[in-house]
């Protein structure tokens, strides 16, 4: 008797103390939910690349901002008149500035000064100089809306003029990229709100904060107004993103219960076994929940995908449990105990094997230098584990207790395994028989299929659009749904996109530093920073102003503005440019010096001191185009920090959250691709192993892992043809087409090597392994890809995409397993397999 009947004999024999002990440990681990706080946090990515040291370093010692958080509002003509920098729309700024506020939700986080400032503020100040007597010392937007009222049109076009031909990069920002100085057509003017962060160190918004930003949407977007208005801040995304992630999932998840459902009584046609697994599901996410419990695991957006995870793979062992049971009690003179112990022996190895195989895949990850992508192999492979012990486990013992008791009474309990008759039996004879017929030209066909796949695999986009992450507004077929379950109107996609392709970005991600360290008082410094700000003019991704410049700021730049205003300055600026080229080349450290004495704020921004009264670093401020790649940006502007870096004395480096998130983003999947290539190797000895000891063939664990190296290359394919980048996060979910996939191959070829010996020939033994354990995949592929699939008609972009590749990286392992591997299968029967085996 081996270790599998000995086993299986146990679970028969001492099934009541079997239900007892599981319980016992589903209570202990369990208990670990209380420990959690329930929350949900974003995943954060540590990186300790220079990059992130640099941007650590700005952070420290320059005056960026950091302790303000920004609502940006736009106010844009849609008629397409493009007056969005009229007089009318002008007023219209500084009323919601006054609206603003006054608002009681929002005055409470507004910073000191002016917390509001606009296109409408500067030409209101012009205004205020034009008009008769002195203006006031510190005007108010009520002065500036009464000297405004007071231009004409045609003046108010030639202060805006002025204002672009001034060249002033504070002043253009304000401007739609698309504004033409020459008949002042402009279609949207933006408008910046300031608030106090409260604690600069926090990565969470405060929620007086949040609500601020809210409010400011709401007091935009209504009213009656001829202009377009609306709000974006980081407050607003979070909150709308939430509240449309719930009204998709109010939505469509109890549409998706209810197919699951509905496949599920298809599949099983009995009350108790429906039960019996959708009990068994609950168990095995309560322990998923006590082990993020007890090991303190933070439960991030990279998490989501292990509940689904579990769920598919808990409806697939479910399936083949109770299928295989219904299959040996079919059989002539068997009763229920025959049945449980023959049934749980045809079975518990292929779920075993799975259980090994995918946790080996999903415990590699441990070796991840990150945590997100180390928890979510250690809580996958603990997952993975609980669903053995559940169905491997407490499902039989609890069946077969209860089998015993209803048929004690009388109460016929044969069912039939799903797959062996009607539509679905010839489905799943298409597989034995083409295996049949021609299994060469079937293998052929896909090793061609896969080869194409390979080459999707390869050029598929690797990068991350952060707008992917933000919810888009409802599909038209949603405005029939019934009002309770409709979702709202989101607009936060094409908001983002409008303000990054119109203003360069819509929040400080756009903002990319180069940082430049070492003796940066000396003339040949300067010079590389001229050089480089000339180079960044020149790329493609930096972002241009509506005059043509291009959005970099230096502390030349700075020293030029303060000029402007302070005749000393000015004067350092002239002696220090020799050359009069607008470059200083002499006494640098002296400009900085007389420069800070005028406007030390504004110095503090773009130049580091040392602790001994001279100056450190430099900073030059680029803004990027928010449509923009996170390949390009780091290809790009790398090529501007190396420009500045060509002189000795200093070191220069591009940084920015941007280049940081690419760079981490690069690490990220090049540590998950690694841990599935070693994931592949790992699965396949261990197959191999698993069956030379078995069956006492080695070939058949490759012969087993070819349909999962299939599945994995259409998907990868597939992504490539419908534009799915493959990021960290797709990887992660491609990460079910091993678990998934090696679930699926595994249970084919162990029935198979179990009916071979009894079969006439290898057909036969295909005919009954697809009709017997396909059917069991079929219903679980068909379930969990209807309930993941579903996913896809969210108005969350990163949730459609995991409903996709999910769903299709199912259908693809069953299609591979079901339909591909009796081919092999066959091949192997004929060429490789032990005549012991076969016969």
């Given at each position: 008797?081996?270790?599998?009947?000995?086993?299986?004999?146990?679970?028969?024999?001492?099934?009541?103390?079997?239900v007892l002990i599981v319980l016992l440990l589903i209570g202990v681990v369990g208990y670990g939910v209380t420990m959690t706080d329930g929350g949900f946090?974003?995943?954060?990515?540590?990186?300790?690349?220079?990059?992130?040291?640099?941007?650590?370093?700005?952070?420290?010692?320059?005056?960026?901002?950091?302790?303000?958080?920004?609502?940006?509002?736009?106010?844009?003509?849609?008629?397409?008149?493009?007056?969005?920098?009229?007089?009318?729309?002008?007023?219209?700024?500084?009323?919601?500035?006054?609206?603003?506020?006054?608002?009681?939700?929002?005055?409470?986080?507004?910073?000191?000064?002016?917390?509001?400032?606009?296109?409408?503020?500067?030409?209101?100040?012009?205004?205020?100089?034009?008009?008769?007597?002195?203006?006031?010392?510190?005007?108010?937007?009520?002065?500036?809306?009464?000297?405004?009222?007071?231009?004409?049109?045609?003046?108010?076009?030639?202060?805006?003029?002025?204002?672009?031909?001034?060249?002033?990069?504070?002043?253009?920002?304000?401007?739609?990229?698309?504004?033409?100085?020459?008949?002042?057509?402009?279609?949207?003017?933006?408008?910046?709100?300031?608030?106090?962060?409260?604690?600069?160190?926090?990565?969470?918004?405060?929620?007086?904060?949040?609500?601020?930003?809210?409010?400011?949407?709401?007091?935009?977007?209504?009213?009656?107004?001829?202009?377009?208005?609306?709000?974006?801040?980081?407050?607003?995304?979070?909150?709308?993103?939430?509240?449309?992630?719930?009204?998709?999932?109010?939505?469509?998840?109890?549409?998706?219960?209810?197919?699951?459902?509905?496949?599920?009584?298809?599949?099983?046609?009995?009350?108790?076994?429906?039960?019996?697994?959708?009990?068994?599901?609950?168990?095995?996410?309560?322990?998923?929940?006590?082990?993020?419990?007890?090991?303190?695991?933070?439960?991030?957006?990279?998490?989501?995908?292990?509940?689904?995870?579990?769920?598919?793979?808990?409806?697939?062992?479910?399936?083949?449990?109770?299928?295989?049971?219904?299959?040996?009690?079919?059989?002539?003179?068997?009763?229920?105990?025959?049945?449980?112990?023959?049934?749980?022996?045809?079975?518990?190895?292929?779920?075993?094997?799975?259980?090994?195989?995918?946790?080996?895949?999903?415990?590699?990850?441990?070796?991840?230098?990150?945590?997100?992508?180390?928890?979510?192999?250690?809580?996958?492979?603990?997952?993975?584990?609980?669903?053995?012990?559940?169905?491997?486990?407490?499902?039989?013992?609890?069946?077969?207790?209860?089998?015993?008791?209803?048929?004690?009474?009388?109460?016929?309990?044969?069912?039939?395994?799903?797959?062996?008759?009607?539509?679905?039996?010839?489905?799943?004879?298409?597989?034995?028989?083409?295996?049949?017929?021609?299994?060469?030209?079937?293998?052929?066909?896909?090793?061609?299929?896969?080869?194409?796949?390979?080459?999707?695999?390869?050029?598929?986009?690797?990068?991350?659009?952060?707008?992917?992450?933000?919810?888009?507004?409802?599909?038209?077929?949603?405005?029939?749904?019934?009002?309770?379950?409709?979702?709202?109107?989101?607009?936060?996609?094409?908001?983002?996109?409008?303000?990054?392709?119109?203003?360069?970005?819509?929040?400080?991600?756009?903002?990319?530093?180069?940082?430049?360290?070492?003796?940066?008082?000396?003339?040949?410094?300067?010079?590389?920073?001229?050089?480089?700000?000339?180079?960044?003019?020149?790329?493609?991704?930096?972002?241009?102003?509506?005059?043509?410049?291009?959005?970099?700021?230096?502390?030349?730049?700075?020293?030029?503005?303060?000029?402007?205003?302070?005749?000393?300055?000015?004067?350092?600026?002239?002696?220090?440019?020799?050359?009069?080229?607008?470059?200083?080349?002499?006494?640098?450290?002296?400009?900085?010096?007389?420069?800070?004495?005028?406007?030390?704020?504004?110095?503090?921004?773009v130049v580091a001191r040392d602790g001994a009264g001279g100056y450190e670093a430099l900073r030059l401020d680029i803004t990027v185009r928010g449509d923009?790649?996170?390949?390009?940006?780091?290809?790009?502007?790398?090529?501007?920090?190396?420009?500045?870096?060509?002189?000795?004395?200093?070191?220069?480096?591009?940084?920015?959250?941007?280049?940081?998130?690419?760079?981490?983003?690069?690490?990220?999947?090049?540590?998950?691709?690694?841990?599935?290539?070693?994931?592949?190797?790992?699965?396949?000895?261990?197959?191999?192993?698993?069956?030379?000891?078995?069956?006492?063939?080695?070939?058949?664990?490759?012969?087993?892992?070819?349909?999962?190296?299939?599945?994995?290359?259409?998907?990868?394919?597939?992504?490539?043809?419908?534009?799915?980048?493959?990021?960290?996060?797709?990887?992660?979910?491609?990460?079910?087409?091993?678990?998934?996939?090696?679930?699926?191959?595994?249970?084919?070829?162990?029935?198979?090597?179990?009916?071979?010996?009894?079969?006439?020939?290898?057909?036969?033994?295909?005919?009954?392994?697809?009709?017997?354990?396909?059917?069991?995949?079929?219903?679980?592929?068909?379930?969990?890809?209807?309930?993941?699939?579903?996913?896809?008609?969210?108005?969350?972009?990163?949730?459609?995409?995991?409903?996709?590749?999910?769903?299709?990286?199912?259908?693809?392992?069953?299609?591979?397993?079901?339909?591909?591997?009796?081919?092999?299968?066959?091949?192997?029967?004929?060429?490789?397999?032990?005549?012991?085996?076969?016969?």
């Amino acid at each position: 008797m081996d270790l599998v009947d000995r086993y299986v004999q146990f679970i028969q024999q001492h099934s009541k103390a079997t239900v007892l002990i599981v319980l016992l440990l589903i209570g202990v681990v369990g208990y670990g939910v209380t420990m959690t706080d329930g929350g949900f946090v974003i995943a954060g990515f540590d990186s300790d690349s220079p990059e992130a040291d640099a941007a650590a370093y700005i952070d420290d010692n320059f005056d960026t901002g950091d302790e303000t958080v920004t609502t940006l509002v736009v106010i844009r003509d849609q008629s397409g008149s493009d007056r969005a920098v009229t007089k009318d729309a002008l007023l219209e700024s500084l009323e919601l500035q006054q609206a603003i506020r006054e608002n009681e939700t929002i005055a409470p986080t507004l910073s000191e000064g002016s917390p509001s400032f606009g296109l409408a503020n500067i030409v209101g100040f012009v205004s205020l100089a034009d008009a008769d007597g002195p203006p006031p010392s510190d005007p108010t937007l009520e002065d500036q809306i009464q000297a405004i009222e007071n231009q004409s049109e045609s003046r108010i076009a030639e202060i805006v003029s002025d204002l672009t031909e001034d060249g002033d990069q504070d002043i253009l920002g304000f401007f739609p990229s698309t504004f033409d100085p020459d008949t002042g057509a402009a279609e949207a003017q933006l408008l910046i709100v300031t608030h106090d962060r409260g604690e600069p160190s926090a990565d969470e918004l405060p929620s007086e904060l949040v609500a601020a930003q809210v409010a400011i949407n709401e007091l935009a977007s209504s009213g009656d107004s001829e202009f377009d208005r609306f709000a974006f801040g980081p407050g607003i995304v979070d909150e709308l993103a939430g509240q449309a992630t719930g009204e998709s999932f109010a939505l469509i998840g109890p549409i998706a219960l209810v197919l699951v459902l509905v496949l599920l009584t298809i599949a099983y046609r009995d009350i108790i076994d429906i039960t019996l697994g959708l009990g068994g599901i609950v168990l095995v996410l309560a322990w998923m929940g006590g082990f993020v419990g007890w090991l303190n695991i933070e439960f991030t957006q990279i998490l989501i995908a292990v509940p689904f995870l579990l769920i598919g793979l808990s409806i697939d062992y479910a399936l083949h449990v109770v299928m295989r049971y219904r299959e040996e009690r079919e059989k002539p003179g068997a009763d229920v105990t025959r049945a449980t112990v023959l049934g749980l022996t045809g079975v518990v190895v292929a779920i075993g094997a799975t259980t090994i195989t995918t946790t080996i895949g999903f415990f590699s990850n441990l070796t991840s230098d990150v945590g997100s992508i180390s928890d979510f192999g250690l809580l996958s492979g603990l997952g993975i584990i609980a669903a053995f012990v559940i169905f491997g486990a407490l499902l039989p013992a609890v069946k077969y207790e209860i089998e015993l008791f209803l048929e004690a009474r009388g109460i016929d309990r044969q069912k039939s395994a799903f797959g062996t008759g009607g539509l679905a039996a010839k489905l799943l004879g298409v597989g034995a028989v083409g295996a049949k017929r021609a299994p060469v030209v079937i293998v052929a066909i896909v090793l061609l299929v896969s080869l194409a796949g390979v080459y999707g695999a390869v050029n598929v986009e690797t990068s991350i659009d952060q707008n992917d992450f933000i919810p888009e507004d409802r599909p038209a077929w949603m405005d029939s749904v019934p009002e309770p379950f409709r979702p709202g109107e989101y607009k936060i996609k094409e908001h983002a996109i409008y303000l990054d392709t119109v203003f360069g970005g819509a929040n400080e991600e756009s903002a990319i530093d180069i940082l430049i360290r070492g003796d940066v008082t000396d003339e040949a410094t300067i010079s590389g920073v001229a050089a480089a700000t000339e180079t960044a003019s020149e790329q493609d991704v930096t972002f241009i102003f509506a005059n043509g410049n291009a959005a970099v700021e230096t502390p030349i730049d700075v020293i030029a503005s303060i000029a402007e205003e302070n005749e000393t300055v000015e004067t350092q600026f002239e002696a220090s440019d020799t050359t009069d080229d607008g470059v200083p080349d002499t006494d640098i450290g002296q400009l900085f010096d007389t420069a800070f004495a005028a406007d030390e704020e504004a110095m503090a921004a773009v130049v580091a001191r040392d602790g001994a009264g001279g100056y450190e670093a430099l900073r030059l401020d680029i803004t990027v185009r928010g449509d923009a790649s996170g390949a390009a940006v780091l290809t790009q502007m790398r090529s501007v920090a190396a420009v500045a870096d060509e002189p000795s004395q200093v070191a220069a480096i591009a940084t920015g959250p941007l280049i940081i998130v690419e760079l981490v983003q690069e690490s990220v999947l090049e540590t998950l691709v690694t841990t599935f290539a070693l994931t592949l190797v790992l699965v396949g000895v261990f197959l191999s192993l698993l069956f030379g000891r078995r069956h006492g063939s080695y070939s058949l664990g490759a012969v087993t892992m070819l349909p999962v190296l299939f599945a994995l290359s259409w998907i990868l394919g597939t992504m490539y043809l419908i534009g799915i980048p493959y990021n960290s996060e797709t990887a992660i979910i491609t990460g079910i087409a091993i678990g998934i996939g090696v679930d699926f191959a595994i249970h084919i070829t162990e029935r198979f090597v179990q009916e071979r010996p009894t079969a006439v020939d290898a057909i036969g033994a295909l005919d009954a392994t697809v009709k017997g354990t396909g059917g069991a995949l079929l219903a679980s592929a068909v379930t969990t890809v209807a309930g993941f699939g579903i996913l896809a008609l969210t108005l969350v972009p990163s949730l459609q995409r995991f409903g996709i590749v999910t769903g299709l990286t199912i259908a693809f392992a069953w299609v591979a397993s079901v339909l591909v591997l009796p081919s092999l299968l066959l091949l192997w029967d004929r060429y490789l397999a032990d005549q012991a085996i076969a016969h």
